[in-house]
């Protein structure tokens, strides 16, 4: 597997959220919530540690929203080790990330409905 590149991830977030804003429009998505974590989970910035310490390391602006949110402990806990403590803190890094890229998107829709 080629070495993710920050535009790479960027694009995959921007398709991630996109879908989930093109699900709710079409109410094949009810719950955005949901959608984002499903979309997060899978994701190979998640599960391969060598693309989740980019995510957390370089790649996005909350590589530390878990600690924040959880607390360190929480993070670590049953972890066998660093690798495990990257692949949730990118978890929680990249669902910021597709969240805000989701409301970027809704604010942008609502400008042009509303002709601003």
């Known amino acids: 597997m080629p070495a993710p590149t ?7 977030v921007q398709a991630a959220a996109q ?3 093109d699900g709710l429009a ?8 949901d ?3 499903e979309e997060v989970d899978g994701s190979c910035y ?3 540690y060598h693309m989740a310490r980019k995510v957390v390391d370089s790649f996005s602006d ?8 959880m607390g360190w402990e929480a993070i670590t806990s049953g972890t066998s080790g660093l690798n495990d403590v990257y692949t949730r803190l990118a978890y929680y890094a990249m669902t910021a990330d597709v969240a ?9 829709d609502w400008k042009k409905f509303v002709g601003g």
Request: hydrophobic share 35%; no cysteine; net charge negative.
């Open 62 to 69: 909350n590589g530390e929203i878990g600690i924040d949110e």
């Open 19 to 21: 879908a989930i804003v």
């Open 46 to 48: 998640v599960i391969y």
């Open 100 to 108: 805000e890229q989701v409301s970027k998107i809704q604010n942008n």
């Open 35 to 37: 959608a984002i974590h």
């Open 26 to 33: 079409d109410d094949s998505i009810s719950d955005e919530y």
């Open 6 to 12: 920050l535009n790479d991830y960027r694009a995959t």
